[in-house]
C-alpha cells in the first residue's frame, strides 16, 4: 500500500516563530487531507488539497502531486497550535481510505 | 451543522463482553468510515460503507469486529468479546461520497480491563 512519511516526527517552537512541517507519499494520490489533532483527541480538519496552494488565516498548504510531497506553513505560532498534525492520502484506482502518516507533534511555548 | 457524533465518548469494559460503538454521520453525507487510533498502528482503517453498503472490510481485524449500517444516518462497530488488545480510541468519519474530503467525529475511547 501507499506510504507516507512525515518529517520532523517532533517540533519544538517558540510563540510567534513559522514552521514548515513536510509530508511525502509513495505514489500518486486521489486527495490529501492535513489534520490537526488537539489535545482533547479531537480531529481537526485544516485543509483538503491534493494539489496546488490554499491559504486559511496563519496556515497554508501546498501540494505537488507530481514530486509526491506536501508542505504546512505554520506562521505567527500560537499555544493553541500545539497538538499533533497529520497528512492523509487517499491513492490508489478504487481505494477510498485515508492512509495517515505517524504525524508531527507540535509545541508551542509561551 | 452538527458535526459527526459518537456515542459513547469513553467506555470502560471486562475483557469478554460485548461493546458497541455508535455513530451519526453528518447529514446529507453518503460515505462513513470507522477508523481505530493505537499508540503502536497510528491511525487506521477499519471499513467503509458507502450509501449504507460496506464497500471494504478488509482492516477489520478479526472476527469478533463486525460493523453495520442500517440506515443513512446510523452505523454501529461491535465488538464481541471484547479484549484487552482492543483498548483504542475508535473514531467514525463521514463524506460527502467517496473520494471526498471526510470529517472526524470526536470519537470513542475504549478500554478493555
Known amino acids: 500500500g501507499i506510504q507516507v512519511e512525515q518529517s520532523p516526527p517532533d517540533l519544538i517552537l517558540q510563540e510567534g516563530a513559522n514552521s514548515t512541517l513536510r509530508c511525502n507519499f509513495s505514489?500518486?494520490?486521489?486527495?490529501l487531507q492535513w489534520f490537526h489533532q488537539n489535545p482533547w483527541g479531537q480531529l481537526i480538519n485544516l485543509f483538503y488539497?491534493?494539489?496546488g496552494t490554499k491559504q486559511n488565516g496563519r496556515l497554508s498548504a501546498t501540494t505537488v502531486a507530481t514530486e509526491r510531497y506536501s508542505l504546512l506553513y505554520i506562521s505567527s505560532s500560537q499555544t493553541t497550535d500545539s497538538g499533533v498534525y497529520f497528512c492523509?492520502?487517499?491513492?490508489?484506482?478504487?481505494?477510498?481510505?485515508?492512509?495517515f502518516g505517524k504525524g508531527t507533534k507540535l509545541s508551542v511555548i509561551p | 451543522d452538527a458535526g459527526v457524533i459518537q456515542s459513547p465518548r469513553h467506555e470502560v469494559t471486562e475483557m469478554g463482553q460485548e461493546v458497541t460503538l455508535r455513530c451519526k454521520p453528518i447529514?446529507?453525507?453518503?460515505?462513513l468510515f470507522w477508523y481505530r487510533q493505537t499508540m503502536m498502528r497510528g491511525l487506521e482503517l477499519l471499513i467503509y460503507?458507502?450509501?449504507?453498503?460496506?464497500?471494504?472490510d478488509s482492516g477489520m481485524p478479526e472476527d469478533r469486529f463486525s460493523a453495520k449500517m442500517p440506515n443513512a444516518s446510523f452505523s454501529t462497530l461491535k465488538i464481541q468479546p471484547s479484549e484487552p488488545r482492543d483498548s483504542a480510541v475508535y473514531f467514525c468519519?463521514?463524506?460527502?461520497?467517496?473520494?471526498?474530503?471526510?470529517?472526524f467525529g470526536p470519537g470513542t475511547r475504549l478500554t478493555v480491563t
Open positions: 468519519a463521514s463524506s460527502l461520497a467517496l473520494g471526498y474530503e471526510q470529517y
Open positions: 505514489d500518486s494520490v486521489n486527495n
Open positions: 488539497i491534493p494539489s
Open positions: 492523509a492520502v487517499e491513492g490508489g484506482a478504487g481505494s477510498y481510505q485515508l492512509t
Open positions: 447529514s446529507g453525507h453518503n460515505s
Open positions: 460503507f458507502n450509501n449504507n453498503v460496506p464497500i471494504d
